[in-house]
């Protein structure tokens, strides 16, 4: 039965799941859902797959999932992907740092991106105070992996895991939104690490640049 994949081409978290995918070398049926025209908001889109309106969405059979993370830990155990860990302790690292992702990582990267691109495709006013601080906190939580990445490859062990994927996440948008990531050498050579070593990522990075760029070309919108 073929597994669906329900969600945008410019999703950061769309690409979470694909990239995981591809590695694991899982086939999805990708289903295009277009937010930028609303259609996750719909009443059937939030009765059927998820009321938060929001994407990513798996659907396999009778399971219906959404969440990145709940949707690549459910994938990699039709495999038993190494990408959860090699050994016990391991897989409890990985959830450590895929919990400390969406908690005290992505949450502020997507606050900044809301505000200096999503606020400047529909002509809303930034909000400069909710922006500094943000950057605060993504500063803060840049340190603490900074210093765990100073000569490490990946985030736990000696190979890729999702703990990888989950962090490099907000790296789909540092260009458009402006993270300060920059001013963290461990960090960014880790990531670029990612990049030239699994083919995966880099792949997932031209669609969401693709589909980005195409989309604020088409709107008229420079960032």
Do not use: C
Request: proline share 3%; charged share 25%; glycine share 8%.
């Amino acid at each position: 039965m073929t597994i669906k994949i329900y969600g945008d081409a410019g999703s950061g978290s769309l690409r979470r799941v694909t990239t995981a995918a591809k590695i694991m070398g899982i086939q999805l049926e990708r289903v295009s859902v277009d937010l930028f025209k609303g259609e996750s908001q719909t009443d059937e889109f939030k009765s059927r797959l998820n009321p938060n309106g929001l994407t990513p969405v798996l659907e396999d059979g009778d399971t219906i999932l959404w969440e990145a993370s709940a949707i690549n830990l459910y994938l990699a155990g039709k495999v038993n992907s190494p990408l959860v860990g090699t050994t016990q302790e391991e897989r409890f690292q990985v959830l450590q740092w895929m919990f400390w992702s969406g908690e005290q990582w992505r949450t502020f990267t997507t606050t900044i991106f809301d505000e200096r691109v999503g606020k400047t495709v529909m002509g809303i006013a930034k909000d400069e105070s909710l922006i500094k601080f943000a950057e605060g906190k993504i500063r803060a939580a840049a340190k603490v992996l900074d210093r765990h990445l100073e000569g490490r490859r990946f985030m736990v062990g000696n190979g890729l895991t999702f703990a990888d994927i989950d962090i490099a996440a907000p790296f789909s948008q540092v260009g458009r939104a402006k993270f300060p990531f920059e001013e963290y050498p461990n960090l960014i050579a880790w990531h670029d690490n990612l990049l030239q070593s699994f083919p995966a990522w880099a792949e997932t990075k031209a669609e969401v640049d693709n589909r980005m760029e195409s989309f604020l070309a088409s709107a008229g919108v420079k960032l």
